[in-house]
């Protein structure tokens, strides 16, 4: 398909972002491959919908974002928030002018906030309540889910959100789009923690709601044990339907961006929806591993954005 995705292009997208020193280039070719690596479709629908002076910082932004999850998440317990604060440390100083910003992907992401100021005081904002993920313990009620959509999810979202958003004259997000972001980051949100449930009990990591489990009859050990109830299935089947429902009203994203950044906000929403879906469909199974959306119908996304794309760089002024 015309534009896909090749090391030229890749080339000239750096070019066209005015990244020309070498090893700054090879700083986001690092980023690019850390988001190419973790999230395949997300990764393309950037490259593909995406103006080309844009791509680099968004790929930095993403790959900032999935860096600081892995660390909070990921490896021994114990040593999580040694490996989180090493971490928050170099950025902040890279950030702050403070410091020689080593790894790539903290010079890539000091450059991106250069080139678009917007950017740091979100990522600042996020390091500020990240720790709410480091310290997640589960969930008792729906009122605690929301909070840590607010004090983590919606923060994390708004590191690349906020290259999309428009912005007021002094620089800050407008408040309805942040907004519909929080709308579709609880679907979002919602939805990865159904679809990643085998992965995150693996982990001895539960994400469903104590009240949820009470209401539906459902236990820990259910889930855990991938027994195939009624009672389990209604659990997922209602869970799985709360993320549509904020999915469908997070649609209502792309039409608060710059009409060349709405093919990107729809196929990110529509890649979500066509998981939904996936997992709805497939039952029980979600109890085994994730699902992701059927290689035709994403790339059937991605091609009608990418054409939506194409005219809406024509046409800058619509």
């Known amino acids: 398909m015309p534009g896909w995705p090749t090391v030229t292009t890749w080339n000239r997208t750096l070019d066209a972002a005015g990244i020309t020193a070498p090893g700054l280039r090879e700083d986001?070719?690092?980023?690019?491959?850390?988001?190419?690596?973790?999230?395949?479709?997300?990764?393309?629908?950037?490259?593909?919908?995406?103006?080309p002076e844009l791509v680099p910082h968004v790929l930095a932004a993403t790959a900032f974002m999935h860096r600081t999850d892995d660390l909070l998440d990921s490896g021994s317990p114990d040593r999580r928030p040694e490996a989180y604060a090493g971490w928050e440390r170099e950025v902040r100083a890279a950030l702050d002018g403070d410091g020689t910003a080593g790894l790539p992907l903290v010079r890539a992401l000091r450059h991106s906030c250069a080139a678009h100021p917007v950017l740091r005081p979100h990522i600042t904002a996020f390091l500020d309540t990240a720790r709410t993920d480091l310290e997640f313990t589960g969930f008792r009620s729906e009122a605690d889910y929301q909070h840590y959509i607010d004090a983590y999810s919606l923060p994390a979202l708004m590191v690349v959100a906020c290259?999309?958003?428009?912005?007021?004259?002094?620089?800050?997000?407008?408040?309805?789009?942040?907004?519909?972001?929080?709308?579709?980051?609880?679907?979002?949100?919602?939805?990865?923690?159904?679809?990643?449930?085998?992965?995150?009990?693996?982990?001895?990591?539960?994400?469903?709601?104590?009240?949820?489990?009470?209401?539906?009859?459902?236990?820990?050990?259910?889930?855990?044990?991938?027994?195939?109830?009624?009672?389990?299935?209604?659990l997922l089947g209602q869970l799985l339907g709360q993320a549509r429902a904020s999915l469908e009203a997070g649609r209502g994203l792309a039409g608060l961006t710059a009409p060349v950044n709405r093919p990107l906000v729809r196929?990110?929403?529509?890649?979500?929806?066509?998981?939904?879906?996936?997992?709805?469909?497939?039952?029980?199974?979600?109890?085994?591993?994730?699902?992701?959306?059927?290689?035709?119908?994403?790339?059937?996304?991605?091609?009608?954005?990418h054409r939506a794309a194409r005219r809406a760089r024509r046409r800058p002024g619509d």
């Open 28 to 51: 986001y070719a690092q980023a690019r491959s850390t988001v190419a690596g973790f999230k395949r479709d997300a990764y393309l629908a950037v490259r593909l919908l995406v103006a």
């Open 163 to 234: 290259l999309l958003a428009p912005v007021d004259p002094d620089g800050r997000v407008d408040a309805g789009f942040r907004a519909a972001c929080r709308t579709y980051i609880d679907g979002s949100q919602r939805l990865d923690f159904v679809n990643d449930l085998a992965e995150d009990l693996a982990a001895d990591r539960l994400t469903v709601p104590e009240d949820a489990l009470k209401r539906y009859g459902v236990t820990r050990e259910d889930l855990a044990a991938g027994r195939a109830t009624a009672e389990v299935r209604a």
């Open 267 to 305: 196929a990110l929403v529509g890649l979500d929806l066509l998981t939904a879906r996936e997992a709805a469909d497939a039952g029980d199974a979600l109890l085994r591993g994730p699902l992701r959306p059927s290689v035709p119908a994403a790339l059937g996304l991605l091609l009608r954005e």
